[in-house]
Structure formats: structure tokens, C-alpha cells
């Protein structure tokens, strides 16, 4: 016999690795820099380069890079900023052995600078890294079987999810943007960042097409010495090859933006009036397809006693796939800034899940929006302020209820702003987006193989030939077939039945099936 299968390839992600370190140095300034006085703001992204499995340990290597605002250690604290890298190593145990490709989720950082002397600065960082373990597996469902000797066969069709393609690749985003006619020209850039904000992406023929947003923000020192900044959303479009692909399929997409660089550029009049920005897009792509299947569910033969080895295979159907947007807006009373602030320059924020609970109505969300803000102070010592703190919040992720375990869900904060109202209040409003793709586990019995074993003459001429026959509950016309060695066909045939359904107390006689015909 010849077993004709066909493989479903599934996308599983495995157990998660989370890990916490300390990374703790003295960072000297640079000759080229000026001396330290206060700090205003400081940021840190982790850089992991390798991840290499070192017998029960996971060894994590990379640099912190750092950037710091601070006010100049002169007469007039004029704004400056320096940078600087500093190289970590880390090695995590392993409870298992790794089952899948290992894969950097997130790495996150909180930074603190402190000054030691004008010339010297502490750097200490709490870095937080969770690494995930990816794989594909490939399951084979028999669809068929194949033979000399005629085998009655009962297939079943699933509507299965199936993984098309996966891969890594990266998009340049280049863009520029012009100053308006009330800013200054540009002198010295003092402070950037560059963050990604809402980002869409669709599958189309051969690609994956990106639609997503830059939030830019950058401080500047003008060619007349006075301090201005930029703030601006950047829309960019991009597309990935990805061959064969074709609009309908279903896909998930992980996007990170690293090597952000901005830089000033000339206008077409000479002018230091334009900002150009490039970074690059890192993008981790699933792409799935949905497959009619026609699955062996059953088989037997008339003169053989069929044994079939059956193995449990776990494959998948798409439940749903949900984009969903929660609005934030809350009114917070910060009497430290009641006579002290000015205007608000730019804010950020980063969304942290404390808990995700599936029940039947969706995936119920709880988290807190950590947020900051620079702002402009009225005391000409320190001219620039940061406020920090954060919204918690509450969301209903409607998902149809169901398997957790089979839930990919990832966040970004979309858009984020924060309104001055007067008396130490302000208005913080943001967009907060969360995608879910929920697959539904599909166990399908499947026949990897039978053992066929020839039934004896006496056996055979044993059997009735004649049975009268009063339909129970559960009864099908395959399994009364099966079970009095003749066929589906014959039993319609001989009760004149149309249909194969069968109700609870039905009388039908079924006749042996004669081999000789066959």
C-alpha cells in the first residue's frame, strides 16, 4: 500500500527566558565635550550582537550605548550633550535545552546618570532582556491511500493554517524634513530621538507592504547660539520582497527600529534648514495560508481485518486576527510643576502589560503607560525640566474567547500627547494599539499506517449474510458497513436510501457484500 500524505507546516513559539543585570561604570567626557553641570536627560538603548549557548548557559554580549542632555558647568548653563558606549556581557542558565531558534523579544533599559565631577560621570543601567524560542514543525496528515487489492476509504476535510513563508529582512527608511519659516536655522544638534509610532502592514503579491510613522524630535542649537527644537510625525512607505505571497494571506509582522542617525542637511538656498533622517527597519515576518485538506479519517477492506496505527497530530486554524485601539485620556495634577513650566517640548511613552487574562469575552489587559516629557523651565540656571511618571490602564481585547496558549499579542503606543491646562495640570492623551492573532488547536487522528491482515475462508463464510437491522444512536451507514462487511453504497441500494443519514429507531436490512463482484 502507498500512504499519500501532505505537510502542514506550524509556526510554535516556545518557553521565554527572562533575565535582569546590572551594568555599572565610570564614563569620562570627552576632551571635545564641555564640562559637566547638571544632568537633564539621559537614555540608553541595549545592543545585543550575539547570543551563543555556552553548555547550560546562554552567553549575551553587546554594548549599552548612552546619550545625555545636561546644562554646561559655566556662567550661562548653556544645553550640551555627549555619548558614549559601554561593552556588557551576560550569561544566562538555561532550565532546558533551547527547543527552537533563539530570538531577542525586547531589551529594555533604565538608565541613570549621575555626576562625579564635571569631567566624569557614573553610568549605572538595569537592563532587562527576555529572549524567546521560535521553531517551525512540519506534520504529516495522510490524505489517501493507494493499492492493488480495493481499500474503502472515509476522508474528513479540515480547514487548515499553514505556515507559507518566515524570514528576516530589513527596510533603509530615509526621509527629510524642513524647518518652518518661525525656526532657526541649524548650528549644533544637541539631543534627538527618533521613535516608531503607527506602523501597518499588508501582504501583497510577492511582498509585504509597510505604511508606518516616525516621531521625531530633535533639539538644536542655532548658528546665533539660541536654543529651538523640532517636533514632527514622518510618514514612510516601504515594501519586502517576499515571492509568492499573494493579497488575502494572512501574516504576522515584528517591526524594531534601530540605527536611527539625523543629521542637518542644506536647503536648496544654502541654509542648515533641513533634517535628514535614516534608520533601519528591522522586520521578522510569518506569513500563513489556509488549506481545504481531505484527511484518511478511516478505512477497511472486505476480505483483510485492517489495523491502523493512529498518531495525535496538533495543527491549527485561524480563530481571528484583531487590530484594536485603546484611547487614553486622563487629566494628572502635578503641583512640583505649578510655577515652573513654560511649554512642553516633546513626550514619549512605552506601554507595560501587568497582566493578560483570557476569558470568553476577549483578553482582558492590564498595564500602565509609562510616559515622560521635556519641558521648558522659567529658571535660566536649569532651562530645561523632565517629568516622568505613568497612566495606568484597562482594556478588553475582544478575541472570541478561547485557547490562550494560541495567542500572539504585541502593543505599540501609536500616539501620545500631553496638553498644558494651567494650575500644575496637564492633558495626557495617547493611542494605544494592540494586535492579536489567535490560532485554534485542530487534533487530528491521523493514519500514519495499517497493517493488513487476510481473513480466513471460514471466517468469511462464518459472517451473516442477511442482517435486520434497528438504527442506534451514533450509528452511520460507514461504520454499519464496516461492521457487516459490505459497503455504503450497497446498504443505500438495497433500503433504496438516497442520503447516508440514518435517525434512531430506523429499520434496514443489510446484505453481506459478495466478493466475487468486486
Not at 505537510?7 to 510554535?12: D, G, K, M, V
Not at 515584528?254 to 539625523?262: A, H
Not at 492579536?436 to 499506517?449: D, G, H, L, R, Y
Request: charged residues 30%; aromatic residues 8%; glycine residues 6%.
Amino acid at each position: 500500500m502507498e500512504y499519500l500524505k501532505k505537510e502542514i507546516r506550524t509556526f510554535q513559539n516556545g518557553k521565554t527566558v527572562n533575565d535582569q543585570f546590572y551594568i555599572d561604570d565610570d564614563y569620562n567626557v570627552p576632551d571635545a565635550k564641555k564640562d559637566v553641570g547638571r544632568i537633564i536627560i539621559s537614555n540608553g538603548t541595549l545592543q545585543v550582537e550575539e547570543m551563543k549557548q555556552v553548555e547550560n548557559y546562554l552567553k549575551v554580549t553587546g554594548k549599552l550605548e548612552f546619550r545625555v542632555l545636561y546644562t554646561a558647568d559655566e556662567t550661562i548653563p548653556e544645553p550640551a550633550s555627549l555619548e558614549g558606549r559601554i561593552p556588557f556581557e551576560e550569561m544566562i542558565y538555561l532550565e532546558q535545552e533551547p527547543d527552537g531558534n533563539l530570538v531577542l523579544k525586547t531589551a529594555d533599559v533604565d538608565l541613570t546618570v549621575t555626576v562625579i565631577h564635571s569631567r566624569k560621570l557614573n553610568i549605572k543601567t538595569l537592563a532587562e532582556i527576555t529572549i524567546g524560542m521560535e521553531k517551525c514543525v512540519g506534520e504529516e496528515l495522510t490524505t489517501d491511500i493507494e493499492g492493488e487489492n480495493p481499500v474503502f476509504k472515509k476522508t474528513k476535510e479540515e480547514e487548515l493554517l499553514k505556515v507559507f513563508a518566515t524570514g528576516k529582512d530589513t527596510y533603509r527608511i530615509k526621509e527629510e524634513v524642513s524647518l518652518s519659516g518661525t525656526k532657526e536655522n541649524i548650528g549644533t544638534i544637541l539631543w534627538t530621538d527618533v521613535t516608531g509610532g503607527k506602523a501597518d502592514t499588508q501582504i501583497g503579491t510577492d511582498e509585504l507592504l509597510i505604511q508606518g510613522e516616525l516621531n521625531i524630535f530633535c533639539l538644536y542649537e542655532s548658528v546665533e547660539e539660541k536654543t529651538d527644537w523640532i517636533n514632527r510625525t514622518v510618514p514612510y512607505e516601504g515594501r519586502i520582497e517576499c515571492m509568492g505571497t499573494v493579497p488575502g494571506m494572512y501574516h504576522q509582522a515584528s517591526l524594531n527600529l534601530t540605527d536611527v542617525n539625523v543629521e542637518a542637511r542644506m536647503d536648496e538656498n544654502g541654509e542648515m534648514r533641513i533634517l535628514g533622517i535614516e534608520a533601519t527597519l528591522e522586520v521578522r515576518l510569518v506569513v500563513y495560508e489556509e488549506e481545504k485538506i481531505q484527511i484518511l479519517e478511516d478505512m477497511y477492506m472486505l476480505d483483510h481485518v485492517c489495523v491502523p496505527d493512529i498518531k495525535e497530530k496538533k495543527c491549527f486554524r485561524l480563530k481571528l486576527q484583531n487590530h484594536s485601539k485603546c484611547r487614553i485620556a486622563e487629566e494628572l495634577t502635578l503641583p512640583e510643576l505649578k510655577d515652573n513650566i513654560l511649554q512642553i517640548c516633546y513626550c514619549k511613552g512605552k506601554i507595560q502589560p501587568e497582566s493578560t487574562k483570557a476569558e470568553e469575552d476577549g483578553i482582558h489587559i492590564e498595564g500602565v503607560l509609562h510616559m515622560m516629557f521635556l519641558y521648558v523651565r522659567e529658571d535660566d540656571q536649569m532651562p530645561f525640566g523632565v517629568w516622568q511618571g505613568m497612566v495606568p490602564f484597562t482594556y478588553l481585547l475582544e478575541n472570541g474567547g478561547g485557547e490562550p496558549e494560541a495567542e500572539e499579542l504585541d502593543w505599540t503606543v501609536e500616539q501620545l500627547s500631553v496638553g498644558l491646562m494651567g494650575n500644575g495640570e496637564v492633558e495626557v492623551k495617547a493611542v494605544l494599539a494592540f494586535n492579536c492573532f489567535q490560532k485554534e488547536p485542530v487534533m487530528v487522528q491521523n493514519i500514519e499506517s495499517a497493517k493488513f491482515t487476510p481473513m480466513s475462508t471460514e471466517e468469511l463464510e462464518n459472517r451473516p449474510g442477511i442482517v435486520g437491522y434497528f438504527v442506534k444512536n451514533g450509528d452511520t451507514l460507514w461504520n454499519l458497513a464496516k461492521k457487516y462487511n459490505t459497503t455504503v453504497e450497497n446498504i443505500k441500494e438495497v433500503n433504496h436510501m438516497e442520503k447516508e443519514d440514518v435517525n434512531k429507531g430506523d429499520k434496514i436490512l443489510i446484505f453481506k457484500q459478495n466478493l466475487s463482484i468486486l
